[in-house]
């Protein structure tokens, strides 16, 4: 078989701690990358680009960070959409008070910001956990929609309330057509990426993962519950507070609070978890389940419902959409708990051991 690491010898420990220690591995991912930067903006559309693989990137970003906080430390958090908010609107006050700041770091500003709101919707976590944590965290979703909505500081005194973007630059470079935008996000979802994978590779990583599976155990070997837990509330409001920049500046363009409503956080909390908790894979394939499903349907259910010369409304398509949208969310989670992500490792070991049954 092709998918084995026979004849693989490791001879020092960094190649044994090396991220993909199988070469198949190593070589299928450098090849996904490279495809994503080189054939995908020569090969897709502007309407692919712009309404599918931008969304696509930066849920892909946002769900990377809720997967830290709630699939490796477990903590539960329902306050992402707030987190991103704040991140937006903060790298636009960043960009729009401040004469000639550049775009990036107006976007690493924003999500330092958000870093410092989920630290301090984070503390509860010291005292609570569960469904009550989840609940507090909730709370930050209802303040930053009030505080966004009431307080017109953070929309530089816009009437209405919406804000808006343009002649978006990095190095002198404009980043108005899709395709730049396209590649803007694909460059910072793969550093992000990388960093976060190194980073729950790290001894701060292996706290939070004893912290989530039994943390007075974890208090009982030296382990500090209160530093584990507010750093993974730091990292994973960073990088949701980025991709929320990114969702507001590259994807909108122009937005309002509503846009970060509370529906987006229970988003991001199902791309986890369909995706596959504690993964890093798995907030990619819960973003395209969740981004890209609901827009295959919407352009797949017409066209079967003509195969047997049924003709089905806009109302119809969005209806029928929504029952086998959540007919699959149920099926794959009874099928497989633990996620999409847990169906790939099983399909890569049945790959490494066949023919061989066990």
């Known amino acids: 078989m092709f998918y084995r690491e026979n004849g693989q010898f490791k001879t020092s420990y960094r190649a044994d701690q090396q991220i993909f220690p199988i070469d198949q591995d190593r070589w299928l991912v450098l090849a996904l990358i490279a495809l ?34 709630v699939g490796y430390c477990g903590q539960i958090s329902l306050g992402s959409g707030a987190f991103m908010a704040v991140g937006a609107y903060m790298a636009y006050n960043f960009f729009v008070r401040i004469p000639g700041m550049p775009l990036v770091p107006a976007l690493l500003l924003g999500g330092l910001c958000a870093t410092a709101f989920g630290v301090l919707f984070g503390l509860p976590s010291l005292r609570v956990k569960g469904l009550y944590l989840a609940v507090a965290t909730l709370a930050a979703q209802f303040f930053a929609d009030w505080m ?23 190095f002198g470079l404009p980043i108005e057509s899709a395709v730049s935008k396209y590649l803007f996000c694909l460059a910072v979802l793969v550093v992000l990426a990388l960093l976060a994978k190194n980073l729950v590779r790290s001894a701060i990583g292996r706290e939070w993962m004893a912290i989530r599976d039994m ?14 837990k507010l750093t993974a509330f730091a990292v994973s409001s960073f990088i949701i507070g980025v991709a929320g920049g990114l969702w507001a500046f590259v994807y909108l ?53 003509e195969l047997f010369g049924v003709s089905l409304s806009t109302a119809a398509v969005s209806h029928v959409e929504l029952m086998v949208f959540g007919g699959l969310i149920v099926w794959f989670l009874i099928v497989e708990p633990h996620g999409l992500a847990k169906l790939w490792s099983i399909g890569k070991q049945k790959l490494r051991l066949w023919p061989f049954p066990h």
């Open 148 to 170: 966004f909505l009431r307080v017109k500081w953070f929309v530089n005194d816009s009437p209405s309330g919406s804000v808006s973007v343009n002649h978006l630059q990095i």
């Open 215 to 228: 943390d007075v155990a974890a208090a009982v070997i030296g382990i500090r519950p209160m530093y584990a």
């Open 253 to 305: 363009g122009a937005w309002e609070p509503a846009a970060f409503g509370v529906d987006l956080s229970f988003r991001l909390l199902f791309m986890v978890i369909i995706g596959g908790l504690g993964s890093i894979m798995g907030a990619f394939f819960g973003a395209a389940f969740i981004v890209v499903l609901p827009i295959v349907l919407n352009q797949a259910l017409p066209a079967f419902g």
């Open 36 to 69: 994503s930067f080189v054939a995908v903006p020569l090969l897709a559309s502007d309407y692919m680009m712009r309404a599918i693989l931008i969304p696509f990137l930066i849920m892909s970003l946002a769900a990377l960070g809720v997967n830290i906080l």
